[in-house]
């Protein structure tokens, strides 16, 4: 079956650093998604990757091992304005997301 | 201003009553989807349209039904044979290439009393 593992929660303090990883298992991969969603509102696209290695895209960068089956989201120069959930969705070999339930990120000042 | 839009924001019916959702989207985008969300579940697909007057379901089809008569219209209608229709619903388009972005809607809050 497809299946996608993330951390329910973390927290992290402002101005800090913070990696969420997500682990998964598809049926064929066609690349994957992070997202960010803020309480009570849609989600927004922050990063695609496809091929193995980091891509950086300002204070986020996000990084893949198809291998492992594993991707993780870094956050540096951590606001408070970062505070809502992260969500993991691999593509499947019928290019459809497969969505994590996310992990609630809490940021403390 | 492009987007995508979903109307209304929070809406509320009775039970056994059907009720349609409002998508619009102005991205000139082939591919429209709908996905239901519900607490510390991920998103579930219910359907998805690659084309004008053509849609598939995805994986919690029964109970709802959907159109696609223009390519910026893709109303989802929550029909009384939903078991537990109260859930966050979200919108979402992208282009025709299959890994291409999905972009969100602000999604609607349905309630059924």
């Known amino acids: 079956g497809q299946n996608i593992d993330q951390p329910t929660e973390m927290t992290a303090t402002e101005g800090a650093i913070v990696q969420i990883n997500c682990t998964y298992q598809?049926?064929?991969?066609?690349?994957l998604f992070w997202y960010q969603q803020h309480a009570g509102e849609a989600p927004t696209f922050l990063s695609y990757?496809?091929l193995d290695g980091l891509e950086e895209k300002g204070r986020f960068s996000s990084f893949l091992s198809r291998s492992k089956g594993y991707s993780y989201l870094l956050l540096k120069e951590l606001q408070m304005k970062d505070s809502a959930s992260y969500l993991c969705?691999?593509?499947?070999?019928?290019?459809?997301?497969?969505w994590g339930a996310g992990t609630k990120l809490i940021i403390k000042p | 201003d492009g987007g995508i839009t979903q109307s209304p924001k929070y809406l509320f019916r009775k039970e056994g009553q059907n009720v349609t959702l409002s998508c619009e989207q102005n991205?000139?985008?082939?591919?429209m989807y709908w996905y239901r969300q519900d607490p510390g579940q991920g998103l579930r697909l219910i359907y998805y349209?690659?084309?004008?007057?053509?849609?598939q379901k995805g994986d919690i089809a029964e109970g709802y039904s959907v159109s696609r008569e223009k390519k910026e219209s893709f109303p989802l209608t929550v029909t009384s044979a939903q078991k537990n229709p109260t859930a966050f619903y979200l919108c979402?388009?992208?282009?025709?290439?299959?890994?291409?972005?999905?972009?969100f809607g602000p999604g609607t809050r349905l309630t059924v009393l």
């Open positions: 979402a388009s992208s282009g025709l290439d299959g890994t291409d972005t999905q972009y």
């Open positions: 598809t049926s064929g991969f066609n690349g």
């Open positions: 969705a691999p593509m499947d070999s019928n290019y459809q997301l497969i």
């Open positions: 991205l000139n985008h082939d591919a």
């Open positions: 990757n496809v």
């Open positions: 349209s690659q084309i004008v007057n053509d849609f």
